[in-house]
């Protein structure tokens, strides 16, 4: 999937969505030719997200906009900072706004939700990963937000590799049924993906590792006292990934389990966005 034709996309829709045939009131009140200055101010203590995206935002409504960077995307930030400048054709800073606002204020919600997971694990080996749960049209937006928040990416959707799970497995006849069509599924298709077995238990593990032929396997709701016994029957000879009833509490004990990932659904799904506002400045 390419980055800049997704942006690009996105943005036309989401202008479409709130300009419609026309901002009215600015068009009523601002001569086109008028030029202007503002700045991103910083209202909330966090991690700074989605500069990138605005640029593109500026300048997809006035191609001859100025941003003047300050603070790169994957920083800390704090109040009173300004992440930049923009200067440009009124009309374009004033119907830019709300969609600038709208996707920093969550990407950077995003990023600093995600940078207090990864702080639980400083000096351990396991990464934090998200999921598909991120808001329709904007999960790159989402994932690139996790990325600066120091966190890891899983599939970016159902193209990327071969996730088999619980309803997966239980429509499929079984686990070595599920397995075994979904590697001669990739076969056919020359198809080179990695696969992905959902386990809910320690039987499931002992079937997986008899059939074999995937890379990492998923432990779905296991307690810590049987995600250890889980990283001890796997012993290394496929990744391992923790997933649900994880919380920010229980995070590290399940790292130190010794689990090569642990997936979390919160990094993109109850997150808070983050205080920022766009203000106009005298120049």
């Given at each position: 999937?390419?980055?800049?034709?997704y942006i690009n996309d996105f943005i036309d829709l989401a202008f479409r969505e709130d300009i419609g045939?026309?901002?009215?009131?600015s068009l009523s009140i601002i001569p086109a030719a008028t030029t202007g200055k503002a700045q991103l101010l910083v209202k909330q203590e966090g991690v700074l997200s989605g500069s990138f995206v605005a640029e593109k935002i500026f300048k997809k409504l006035d191609?001859?906009?100025?941003i003047e960077f300050y603070i790169a995307d994957g920083s800390p930030i704090a109040p009173g900072d300004i992440a930049f400048t923009v200067k440009g054709k009124v009309l374009a800073l004033l119907q830019a706004e709300r969609l600038v606002l709208n996707v920093m204020q969550r990407m950077s919600g995003i990023a600093t939700q995600t940078s207090k997971y990864v702080s639980e694990l400083k000096g351990l080996k396991t990464k934090v990963l998200d999921t598909r749960k991120t808001t329709p049209c904007m999960r790159l937006l989402d994932k690139m937000a996790v990325k600066h928040g120091g966190g890891e990416n899983h599939r970016i959707g159902l193209f990327d590799m071969v996730l088999i799970k619980d309803n997966h497995i239980d429509f499929a006849g079984g686990i070595e049924n599920a397995i075994k069509s979904a590697r001669n599924y990739l076969a056919e298709k020359n198809l080179n993906l990695k696969i992905e077995v959902e386990a809910r238990s320690i039987k499931d593990i002992e079937s997986i590792m008899k059939v074999g032929g995937i890379q990492r396997i998923m432990l779905d709701n296991f307690s810590i006292e049987k995600t250890r016994e889980a990283i001890a029957i796997i012993n290394g000879k496929y990744e391992t990934e923790s997933s649900g009833g994880i919380t920010i509490g229980n995070l590290?004990?399940?790292?130190?389990?010794g689990v090569d990932y642990i997936s979390v659904g919160a990094l993109t799904h109850q997150i808070k966005s983050l205080d920022l506002s766009l203000k106009a400045i005298d120049y």
């Open positions: 999937m390419q980055l800049n034709s045939d026309g901002d009215h009131t191609r001859d906009i100025n590290r004990q399940y790292a130190e389990c």
